[in-house]
């Protein structure tokens, strides 16, 4: 009975995949934060204007995870669910969003006390970290599909080369955004006109008979 309740939930949470729009937000995400990593470099070291281009990174960062989050659910009500039907998620608790903001803490602050430490040998190292990260979210997130998988693998790779290659730091960064952003993105956008093909939309009525 719990391995019966288990799938059901898996594939529940596998739906919220099914039309690749989560993919091409989270891709042209990563592309457009890519491109601004390189912006505070425009600026002399130790500036204001370099550290409101940080400032103003973060604010995107967090702003676009919001603003895109509202943004596929009105898509999705527009397009996935009329098709498929509309599945309710339950939201997390304030207490574990809580939580989980707290746990990052702590990482971010050991994350920059050993770049003051180790210095630029520790950025060359930051690809890696990166394809690790998101490789890790995306293999745990994939729930048996074959393509968040495929992605995972491909974030470790990417990774790993940059590394190796010693092209850290922000070049590092946006590379590694950039090519993941793409391929996150075209791989939501195969997955979304796959869908498209396989369930058209309903005929005017079609709920209301």
């Known amino acids: 009975m719990s391995d019966s309740y288990k799938e059901i939930e898996q594939k529940t949470r596998r739906y919220w995949y099914v039309d690749g729009l989560v993919e091409i937000f989270i891709g042209l995400l ?3 934060v890519g491109l601004l990593v390189l912006t505070p ?3 002399p070291g130790g500036s204001w204007l370099r550290l409101i281009a940080v400032a103003g990174l973060l604010v995107i960062i967090v702003g676009g995870a919001w603003l895109g989050g509202r943004m596929v659910r009105a898509v999705k009500t527009r397009l996935t669910y009329p098709r498929t039907g509309y599945v309710s998620y339950r939201k997390p608790s304030r207490q574990r969003r809580l939580r989980n903001f707290l746990i990052m ?3 971010a602050a050991c994350w920059v006390v050993l770049i003051l430490i180790f210095g630029q040998g520790l950025i060359a190292w930051v690809p890696l970290i990166d394809g690790l ?4 979210i995306l293999w745990v997130a994939g729930m048996g599909l074959l393509r968040f998988y495929l992605l995972a693998g491909l974030s470790l790779i990417v990774g790993s ?3 190796y290659l010693q092209i ?3 070049a ?4 590694f955004d950039s090519i993941m952003g793409l391929s996150l993105a075209v791989s939501g956008t195969i997955t979304l006109i796959h869908y498209l093909r396989q369930t058209p939309a309903p005929e005017d009525g079609a709920h209301g008979e």
């Open 30 to 32: 990563l592309v457009v």
């Open 41 to 43: 470099e425009q600026f």
């Open 105 to 107: 803490i702590p990482i």
């Open 133 to 136: 990260v998101l490789g890790a």
């Open 161 to 163: 080369t940059l590394a």
């Open 168 to 170: 850290g730091g922000n």
């Open 172 to 175: 590092g960064q946006f590379m």
